[in-house]
């Protein structure tokens, strides 16, 4: 990725990376991003708790546990890939 390239919080179709080319973190698709960002991070915190519910109750199930680690990877690529793309762009401020 080069510079000025903004790493996006969803993906194509495909599964492959989105990114916006842009001079400012003020335009609508930027501001669009840090929305989806926030939220990304506020559900994962959010499937955080609900996973360490299921890994607490000792008679939860097979398909409970499954489910808790299913949500709980999907949220964690989530909040990474905002950690990397607020890396890169910090790292570029900076």
Known sequence: MSDGLRLLPW???EGKPCYLSTDSDHSRLSLLADEVEAAQVRSGEQVLAGA???LADRTAGEMAVRFALT???????EVLRAAVSRGTRSSRDG
């Open 71 to 77: 949500r709980a990877s999907e949220s964690l690529e």
């Open 52 to 54: 360490k519910a299921v």
């Open 11 to 13: 993906s194509t179709p």
